[in-house]
């Protein structure tokens, strides 16, 4: 188990999105689109 406070997040609009490591994070970073629209994210808010 992980604490959420020691974990990578980013702000995607108005909400954060917490990574299980900096890693993820950094995948994110590099396919924020990509990700986005797997999740079925709309684009205003990226």
């Known amino acids: 188990m992980f604490t959420v406070a020691d974990q990578p997040t980013r702000q995607v609009g108005s909400h954060t999105v917490y990574f299980c ?4 994070a950094g995948y994110f970073d590099e396919h924020q689109a990509e990700v986005a629209q797997a999740r079925g994210w709309k684009a205003q808010a990226l």
Not at 21 to 24: E, M, N, P
């Open 21 to 24: 490591c900096a890693a993820c």
